[in-house]
């Protein structure tokens, strides 16, 4: 007697998406009247969210065995780009903030290719973990390893010549979260988390004591200038901590309801501090309440994962939990002074085509897996 299924679809997906563009609405909106900003940034994102609900509709079109299919073609596409974009003129990859990470071939609209590094990246160590299911000794863990290593450092090297930290960042993180699944002994990923420590530590010291050693190294004089804001904004308030420091008064001045009437001024209050406009105007209410619906988004995905008996797509799902925890996590941190300014953008709410197309993508994926989860009613 065969089982009887029925779609395990969680619709929690749609209702915090819908949160989300709400949330994002009413934030542009603000953002908008405290930079008495030209451009009407609200009308454009709602087109970009009709876009980004038509790639989910396009993504959940594709089971996950076809999108295995696909990993390889993926990934060398979003090299292809990030190549293509590193050799580009001047003309349609103009710098943008000492970064050439976009593609601008119609004034006002760009494309920043490492939105699909990122969904590429995901779908591609899934795949590797998911196809080594015989990790008998050390050998096995180191290859492993290795593997996911080498497809991962490609793009970064990519990325790093534009130079893009940020984006370099979110990449090694979703390395680094499914290296902690994929079932590699502690024996090995200790002692390189270890050296990862220890490299890190060394290059504060440099950035604090030998800049110009570290300036050696290629990091950029704006990016020494976003660290030492961060350790001192006070300090350094009319220059690189300007950001920052108005981002510290916004959303220190909306204490816990918010306030109406602000005179603050919150520089790229559309994008990467809308999280400052939303503390400023609705106060330590609004600010948690947009944290919730992360933690409600992210507690969906983690469910899902483990209810899906598909080790690939839990592993998907796993890649995207953890960039978007990664996004919010620095986006919130870099705004209320925890963390550098690394020019994240705050997942489905900060203004911006390409991050929309890339978390729509996510998404997408995360609900095609749930549309395709099967809940069996009959045991055979």
Not at 50 to 55: D, E, K, S, Y
Not at 104 to 112: N, R
Not at 355 to 380: E, H, P, Q
Request: net charge neutral; aromatic share 12%; charged share 10%.
């Amino acid at each position: 007697m065969e089982d009887k299924k029925q779609s395990n679809f969680d619709y929690n997906f749609i209702l915090t998406l819908i949160l989300f563009f709400l949330v994002s609405c009413i934030a542009i909106y603000n953002a908008q009247i405290l930079g008495d900003l030209k451009e009407n940034f609200l009308l454009k994102q709602i087109v970009w969210y009709i876009i980004g609900v038509l790639i989910i509709l396009f993504v959940m079109f594709f089971d996950m065995e076809q999108i295995q299919k696909l990993r390889w073609y993926l990934y060398l596409f979003s090299l292809f780009l990030l190549v293509v974009l590193v050799i580009s003129p001047e003309s349609i990859a103009r710098p943008i903030n000492g970064a050439k990470s976009w593609f601008t071939f119609i004034p006002g609209v760009s494309f920043q290719p490492s939105e699909i590094a990122k969904i590429a990246l995901i779908i591609v160590l899934s795949y590797i973990i998911s196809t080594a299911n015989h990790l008998t000794n050390i050998r096995d863990h180191l290859i492993l390893l290795g593997k996911m290593t080498v497809v991962t450092i490609i793009p970064i090297l990519l990325i790093m010549q534009q130079p893009d930290l940020g984006t370099s960042l979110v990449l090694i993180s979703i390395f680094t979260g499914l290296v902690l699944v994929s079932g590699i002994s502690w024996k090995i990923i200790l002692p390189v988390f270890l050296s990862i420590v220890i490299v890190g530590g060394g290059l504060i010291y440099l950035i604090l004591y030998q800049p110009d050693l570290i300036k050696a190294l290629g990091v950029k004089e704006y990016q020494l200038g976003r660290i030492y804001a961060w350790l001192d904004p006070e300090t350094y308030k009319l220059g690189e901590g300007y950001h920052l420091y108005q981002s510290l008064l916004g959303v220190g001045s909306g204490q816990l309801s918010g306030v109406q009437n602000t005179v603050i001024h919150i520089p790229e209050s559309q994008t990467d501090f809308i999280f400052s406009v939303i503390a400023n105007r609705y106060g330590f209410y609004g600010a948690a309440a947009v944290i919730c619906i992360y933690f409600i988004l992210i507690y969906r995905i983690i469910k899902l994962s483990i209810d899906v008996k598909d080790q690939f797509s839990s592993l998907v799902c796993i890649g995207v939990i953890t960039m978007i925890t990664f996004h919010a996590f620095q986006n919130i941190g870099m705004t209320i002074g925890l963390l550098p300014i690394t020019g994240i953008p705050l997942p489905f709410i900060s203004y911006g085509g390409s991050a929309m197309i890339g978390n729509m993508l996510a998404l997408g994926l995360v609900m095609s897996i749930s549309f395709r989860n099967k809940k069996y009613l009959f045991d055979s």
